[in-house]
């Protein structure tokens, strides 16, 4: 079975630091993986997503994520936080195969202060 | 605007009441899904659609009920409530059902507490 893990579940930093949140994920076959972010009191919606191709993929508000296959990694990054990306993170992966599920991880929340 | 709407957005209910509560999109999307948020659990889905009249279970579809006789409505159905479905629940949609990598847009929330 697919499963995702996001180590912190809590990540405090400074304005204008660097972040980056942690996702691992164990699959036996190929996989499809997603950042989505929520904002306070709203819905999902997507950050980024690696589907083929480079390994190096860039969101929107200035993310970026890596997909590592040999670490099962696909961390997320910003090299300058702001307030306004005070959310929670969720990473997701679907597998490769068949029809196709999305399952997300428990979540990080980045907590940004001035 | 493309969205996918969700009502009521708060709701407080007592066990065994039962409830609906309504999911709608304007994008024409074939497949459509039920979600709950749970601290420390992340999203679990409750029930999808791949598109009308084809529906099923998720990973915790107990005490839920689902139907999808029109494209752009995916109701969630809680027959007898109880205090352990009291949770965050959203609905999502996309286009796609064979190969679900399109892009899920998800509704804005449900706030559900059972007394």
């Known amino acids: 079975a697919q499963s995702v893990t996001q180590l912190d579940s809590q990540v405090p930093v400074f304005e204008e630091a660097p972040v980056e949140l942690r996702c691992n994920y164990s699959?036996?076959?190929?996989?499809?993986l997603f950042w989505y972010v929520q904002y306070p009191n709203q819905g999902l919606q997507l950050l980024l997503k690696?589907?083929?191709?480079?390994?190096l993929v860039k969101g929107i508000n200035g993310f970026e994520a890596e997909f590592n296959k040999s670490q099962t990694s696909f961390h997320l990054r910003k090299p300058s936080v702001h307030i306004s990306d005070t959310a929670e993170y969720f990473c997701?992966?679907?597998?490769?195969?068949?029809?196709?599920?999305?399952?997300f991880g428990t979540g990080t929340r980045l907590l940004v202060s001035p | 605007e493309a969205q996918v709407t969700q009502n009521p957005r708060y709701l407080i209910t007592v066990t065994g009441k039962k409830l609906t509560v309504t999911c709608s999109q304007n994008?024409?999307?074939?497949?459509m899904s039920w979600y709950r948020q749970d601290p420390g659990l992340g999203l679990r889905q409750i029930y999808y659609s791949m598109n009308v009249e084809v529906t099923d279970k998720g990973d915790v579809p107990e005490g839920y009920k689902v139907s999808r006789k029109e494209k752009r409505n995916f109701p969630l159905i809680l027959e007898s409530p109880s205090p352990n479905q009291t949770s965050l629940y959203f609905c999502a949609s996309s286009s796609r059902t064979a190969r679900s990598t399109d892009t899920q847009y998800f509704g804005p929330g449900t706030r559900l507490t059972v007394l």
């Open positions: 997701a992966v679907i597998l490769n195969t068949g029809f196709q599920k999305l399952v």
């Open positions: 690696y589907l083929s191709g480079s390994t």
């Open positions: 699959s036996s076959v190929s996989v499809y």
């Open positions: 994008m024409n999307h074939e497949y």
